[in-house]
């Protein structure tokens, strides 16, 4: 059973919106505080959204003011909502605990085109 199972990507065009959503096991989704990655090829994976098991969050400079990151706590699932798309935020997201590192799910891909 995959440890994270992330969806919602999709192609958007520029200042579109995409909601992203994580599913985590119970025993993961309480132990560890939230966050969202992504990456682009060539590059490094990077933590853009955080949020701890009371809700407080954290946002990269990067996106902060158009993504926002949530959580369900009946459901163990975590969301990434994002606003005013930008092509430079093409890449692939995928939630992962936040101070940790986990298992690597596969995945969602969002792609924005102007």
């Known amino acids: 059973q995959a440890t994270f199972v992330e969806s919602g990507g999709g192609k958007v065009q520029t200042g579109g919106s995409l909601r992203l959503s994580c599913a985590a096991s119970?025993?993961?989704?309480?132990?560890?505080?939230m966050g969202w990655y992504r990456q682009t090829p060539g590059q490094q994976r990077e933590l853009i959204a955080g949020?701890?098991?009371?809700?407080?969050?954290e946002i990269a400079s990067s996106v902060k003011g158009r993504f926002t990151i949530s959580r369900d706590n009946a459901k163990n699932m975590t969301y990434l909502e994002m606003n005013d798309l930008k092509v430079e935020d093409t890449a692939v997201y995928y939630c992962?605990?936040?101070?940790?590192?986990?298992?690597w799910g596969q995945g969602t891909q969002v792609t924005v085109s102007s």
């Open positions: 992962n605990a936040q101070d940790v590192i986990l298992e």
């Open positions: 119970e025993a993961i989704f309480f132990k560890y505080a």
């Open positions: 949020i701890r098991s009371g809700g407080s969050t």
